[in-house]
């Protein structure tokens, strides 16, 4: 369980903390925005800067960034690659309709209301797209969005009323067959080496890392992001 050559980066790799008390098991990719392809052409949107075009005033969809965590993410990496500025220009220039609802943002995409999404529920989106709904929904990654994650971690309570069973537990979730099990059924993909992809289209190339958002390095940040978030928007 604990070997280097099990675990993508070596075992030590899914620790978030700088104390080693927060493990993360899985690892995946931003997905970016979310673009209508019928509103948005080819090749109209290859970098955050993109979004600032006339064009796409008041046509941005994003789930309030004063309280929610995805959006929190992709304007934290946005804003430590083009500076602060950013948030202002895209918050507030831009006109974005902003909600705290993020189911209502994504029919709000599925139906043509709005062509680009930032922070919307990807799998609300699915299950419109599985009922044949908003099928030209996709999702697409800019340079500026591009983050690794984990969004599956387990730890250890202090003091524990049964200590023992939770060991158990946790060195059998980080077997292969239950790393297999949780990426197929939470369609996200495992650190360890081997398990199928349980979402292909997040996987954190071979040999590519990047920055690792949820990680407590960067808590600090993500933070600011917020802070930021609700001083822009009254």
Aim: charge should be positive; charged fraction near 25%; hydrophobic fraction near 45%.
């Amino acid at each position: 369980m604990r070997g280097d050559a099990a675990w993508r980066g070596g075992f030590d790799a899914g620790f978030l903390d700088r104390d080693k008390l927060t493990y993360a098991f899985a690892l995946t990719r931003s997905l970016g925005i979310f673009v209508n392809a019928e509103l948005v052409k080819p090749g109209e949107l290859a970098s955050v800067k993109d979004l600032l075009a006339p064009k796409w005033k008041g046509k941005i969809a994003i789930s309030d960034p004063r309280v929610i965590g995805s959006t929190f993410w992709p304007l934290t990496v946005a804003r430590l690659k083009l500076g602060e500025g950013i948030m202002k220009r895209l918050l507030i220039d831009q006109e974005p309709v902003l909600s705290r609802d993020r189911n209502q943002l994504s029919e709000f995409m599925v139906r043509g209301r709005y062509p680009i999404g930032i922070g919307l529920n990807v799998l609300a989106i699915q299950d419109f797209q599985a009922h044949g709904v908003g099928r030209s929904v996709k999702t697409l990654l800019l340079p500026e969005l591009d983050y690794q994650s984990s969004g599956s971690t387990v730890w250890l309570l202090n003091r524990a009323p049964h200590p023992n069973a939770a060991r158990v537990f946790i060195n059998w979730l980080l077997t292969k067959p239950a790393q297999a099990a949780w990426a197929k059924e939470l369609q996200t993909n495992s650190r360890f080496a081997g398990v199928e992809p349980g979402n292909p289209d997040a996987v954190v190339p071979p040999g590519v890392t990047l920055t690792q958002i949820d990680s407590e390095e960067l808590l600090g940040e993500v933070i600011r992001t917020q802070e930021l978030a609700r001083h822009l928007v009254k």
